[in-house]
């Protein structure tokens, strides 16, 4: 018996199932007498992790692993995080709007300003972790590709 997560779900599987690679992203699964068509979407070979999408329905897929436990108990199974100093505008633009304020704490995806260029408008998001100390511009400011817009303790 082998342990799988899908999607993030214990499962405990017996063998029989047969998977026929078409090339090194398509593949087809046969199991009881039928046919399931599979792609692979991603691979993250750091999680051991993959993505793979099987008759349009997508799923993440990792085997259980004997050094899994001590891994965690060693905190290595955290993702690495980047702590922020400063945030750059990426082109040149207007500042429509600020997302974020003196003292918060911001993590990754999170929406810190919004930069209209070339009449689109593009959220800025934070790209690691850290706490804003300082918002560099205002609202409606015109800014130039590489001015510093937000500090970071």
Do not use: C, Y
Not at 56 to 63: E, I
Not at 95 to 110: L, N, R
Not at 116 to 139: D, F, T
Request: glycine share 8%.
């Amino acid at each position: 018996m082998n342990n799988w997560f899908i999607d993030d779900q214990a499962t405990q599987t017996l063998s029989g199932a047969a998977v026929k690679w078409h090339d090194h992203r398509f593949f087809e699964i046969k199991f009881e007498g039928k046919k399931f068509h599979g792609e692979l979407v991603a691979e993250h070979s750091e999680t051991g992790q993959l993505t793979i999408r099987i008759n349009h329905r997508t799923f993440k897929v990792k085997k259980a692993h004997a050094l899994d436990g001590l891994i965690a108990a060693m905190g290595l199974d955290k993702p690495k995080l980047r702590k922020l100093k400063e945030m750059q505008a990426p082109m040149p633009g207007r500042v429509t709007a600020i997302h974020t304020v003196i003292g918060q704490e911001v993590q990754p995806g999170d929406a810190l300003l919004s930069l209209e260029a070339m009449k689109m408008e593009n959220v800025l998001k934070a790209e690691g972790v850290g706490v804003v100390s300082a918002i560099a511009v205002q609202e409606g400011n015109v800014v130039e590709k590489g001015t510093i817009l937000i500090h970071f303790e």
